[in-house]
């Protein structure tokens, strides 16, 4: 079946400019997580989804960072007034719920370059 | 805290050889942890899991881990290298929340031939 899907795969934007990255989980996951990877600072959790509970954003770094998931199935995660440290690969992935031994299935990642 | 340790940065092995990939973890309790694999421009992919049972876990394309609960470490191997296991491998822990991957740094794997 599908995998996570993410669009798009390439944004070059410049600094100041808003921009939003889109993230489709596998069918019938219900958990949906945003990680974000660079160089200095490796893999990094953002936020995450589950069901109708409120998300955990623990790991969003500042306040222009937000995201949302409608329906419970699409998510967008939205940088406003982007700056150049935030150029990275954006990763989701989607896992089934109930288990913490669920696997997280990982996405292709949206590649953000701000210039 | 919870937080994963991978000390190497870059390892080499030659192509048959054995390889061991190492990971060191912090975690309170019982960790859920887990390896991944990125190979260039693709998504991770889980190798291998463990949060209970049996210490020894297999994993696919023929990597394994042993739990040592003791030293605190997950270190993955793999018996024979094959040259499409150049990637880079990543060691995590899931949060006490259980809501998020602590991932260490990554190892890089070279395969020579």
């Known amino acids: 079946g599908a995998g996570v899907s993410q669009s798009p795969s390439n944004k070059v934007t410049e600094k100041g400019k808003d921009v939003e990255l889109r993230c489709d989980p596998i069918s019938g996951h219900t958990a949906l997580y945003w990680y974000r990877q660079s160089l200095g600072q490796g893999l990094e959790f953002l936020i995450y989804?589950?069901?109708?509970?409120?998300?955990?954003k623990s790991g969003l770094p500042s306040d222009r960072f937000s995201a949302e998931r409608t329906g419970g199935s699409v998510s967008t995660l939205t940088i406003q007034r982007t700056q150049q440290e935030d150029s990275a690969v954006y990763l989701c992935a989607s896992s089934l719920a109930g288990d913490r031994a669920n696997e997280q299935f990982f996405g292709p990642g949206t590649r953000l370059t701000v210039l | 805290a919870q937080s994963v340790t991978q000390p190497d940065i870059h390892i080499t092995v030659s192509e048959g050889a054995s390889l061991e990939l190492r990971c060191n973890y912090s975690?309170?309790?019982?960790?859920?942890l887990f390896w991944y694999v990125q190979s260039p421009g693709q998504g991770l992919q889980l190798l291998l899991k463990?949060?209970?049972?049996?210490?020894l876990v297999q994993g696919i394309k023929g990597f394994e881990v042993e739990f040592k609960r003791s030293q605190s470490s997950f270190n993955l191997r793999k018996p024979s290298v094959h040259w499409s296991d150049a990637a880079e491998y990543f060691c995590a822990v899931l949060n006490q929340a259980g809501t998020a991957l602590i991932f260490g740094k990554g190892t890089t794997l070279s395969v020579s031939s």
């Open positions: 463990y949060f209970s049972g049996d210490t």
């Open positions: 989804f589950q069901g109708n509970s409120a998300p955990d």
């Open positions: 975690y309170g309790a019982t960790p859920y």
